[in-house]
T-cell receptor
């Protein structure tokens, strides 16, 4: 498989559930990202990892917990979410943080009930 | 603050015609990269074209080309010979150490 993959593609969870989103990149990149895309809002950067180290956390609530065990994998652990967290969650990777284009996965459509 | 503005929320074009999507940005940096991304209904964000700010020559990728005006901080995308598959949201983005997106332009190509 090539590029950036994300699983699951769709997820419905209750507010008391715990779930995880998975992202894997097959491009040999050093940086990985989580974005949130809600209807009628600009893309929101959530977390940035560079060489497996978290370098940015854009005031994201603690109910979202990222994990980057190696340069190819990125997880987003979810717990006690709110209905307003329903959105498309996109993972991306790039060769480096600065300047380079980012390549996106297909996203996980999350619905919180 | 670095911002990216796309002033056209929606546009439409007839198949085989040409359409231009506008983008302006604000930055105090001299070296940066600019991108256009396409997001079709399938939701996959796809890179369309990139432009390095230090290059004066406008980037082209097949039917897609840009008009990069550095002094004016303008970066428009021209789609020639529009195809039905070009129907999508188009996002302009700017990158130095963070990729900043505009709010997008929804393009509809009709037969």
């Amino acid at each position: 498989e090539t590029g950036v993959t994300q699983t699951p593609r769709h997820l419905v969870m209750g507010m008391t559930n715990k779930k995880s989103l998975k992202c894997e990149q097959h491009l040999g990149h050093n940086a990985m990202y989580w974005y949130k895309q809600s209807a009628k809002k600009p893309l929101e950067l959530m977390f940035v990892y560079s060489l497996e180290e978290r370098v940015e956390n854009n005031s994201v609530p603690s109910r979202f917990s990222p994990e980057c065990p190696n340069s190819s994998h990125l997880f987003l652990h979810l717990h006690t979410l709110q209905p307003e967290d329903s959105a498309l969650y996109l993972c991306a990777s790039s060769q480096d943080r600065r300047y380079y284009e980012q390549y996106f996965g297909p996203g996980t459509r999350l619905t919180v009930t | 603050a670095q911002t990216v503005t796309q002033s056209q929320p929606e546009m439409s074009v007839q198949e085989a015609e040409t359409v231009t999507l506008s983008c302006t940005y604000d930055t105090s940096e001299n070296n940066y990269y600019l991108f256009w991304y396409k997001q079709p209904p399938s939701r996959q964000m796809i890179l369309v074209i990139r432009q390095e700010a230090y290059k004066q020559q406008n980037a082209t990728e097949n039917r897609f080309s840009v008009n990069f005006q550095k002094a004016a901080k303008s970066f428009s995308l021209k789609i020639s010979d529009s195809q039905l598959g070009d129907t999508a949201m188009y996002f302009c983005a700017y990158n130095t150490d963070k990729l900043i997106f505009g709010t997008g332009t929804r393009l509809q190509v009709f037969p």
